[in-house]
């Protein structure tokens, strides 16, 4: 099995299991296709944090883990242990709305979000309404 991730660059769920903390992040922060710094700018931190996480030179608090389990779409268990679900299926409405409250709670939209989110809220009933049928018309 090793032969084969070798040479076919594929990692199997036992691969990614064995993976360290600083290991997932990176692997989830990339697969999203994101920078660092960007990481650090949605979850409210300095990108040397991020670096430093995924060295594993320093371990992100519990508040943080749940931050980057959201930012990143991956399960809670999966980065903090390298077991059970590694990726929120896209399909699965009811997971991304959860995610979608739960971010919008804690404020960890990015900053243009929230401001489009904090004008759609001042619209009135009809306006809301309007935005509803020009976004579902795209």
Not at 45 to 56: A, K, L, M, P
Not at 128 to 134: D, F, G, H, V, W
Request: charged share 25%; with cysteine.
């Amino acid at each position: 099995q090793i032969f084969f991730w070798v040479f076919t660059g594929w990692q199997s769920d036992y691969a990614r299991a064995c993976m360290n903390i600083g290991e997932r992040i990176a692997l989830a922060r990339k697969e999203k296709n994101i920078s660092q710094a960007k990481l650090a700018e949605l979850i409210g931190v300095t990108r040397g944090s991020c670096g430093h996480w995924e060295q594993d030179s320093s371990m992100p608090s519990v508040e943080n883990l749940i931050r980057l389990s959201i930012t990143l779409e991956v399960g809670f268990e999966w980065l903090t242990t390298g077991r059970g679900v590694n990726k929120i299926a896209d399909d699965n409405p009811v997971t991304t709305n959860e995610l979608l409250e739960y971010k919008i709670k804690k404020n960890y939209l990015p900053t243009d979000q929230q401001e489009l989110l904090a004008r759609y809220k001042q619209l009135d009933s009809k306006g809301q309404s309007l935005i509803m049928q020009l976004i579902n018309r795209i």
